[in-house]
């Protein structure tokens, strides 16, 4: 699989967990959240390139998806992807907070999504 369909397989699994959650569908949102995983650990199997192709995710139109691949990214692009979290961490509801958590990981030192 190319890395861009490796990103859009991330983006659309992210999206769907997100929308499973809101339903209250537990089952399909944990399927949808091994499906991203397994597309995040594709693309960083292959290095910076798989990083660098992530990266497009930072400025994607939903808020929950940049999220999760600035989470991904903190160790790659520390600067770009706290700015994601940030930014989405002064809001309220479930996505601020997951972003309030992943940069309260990283300060913390415990952050470990791609340890390099």
């Known amino acids: 699989m190319k890395l861009e369909e490796l990103v859009e397989q991330f983006a659309l699994n992210v999206a769907a967990q997100t929308e499973a959650i809101w339903r209250g569908d537990s089952k399909t949102g944990n399927k949808h959240a091994r499906k991203y995983g397994a597309a995040v650990d594709k693309l960083l199997a292959h290095g910076d390139a798989g990083r660098d192709a992530l990266l497009v995710l930072l400025k994607h139109e939903r808020m929950d998806v940049r999220v999760m691949a600035a989470a991904h990214l903190?160790?790659?692009?520390?600067?770009?992807?706290?700015?994601?979290?940030?930014?989405?961490?002064?809001?309220?509801?479930?996505?601020?907070?997951?972003?309030?958590?992943?940069l309260k990981r990283w300060e913390e030192g415990t952050w470990a999504l791609d340890p390099g």
């Open 74 to 102: 903190l160790r790659y692009r520390t600067a770009e992807a706290k700015a994601v979290l940030a930014e989405a961490a002064s809001g309220e509801g479930m996505i601020p907070f997951c972003a309030q958590q992943a």
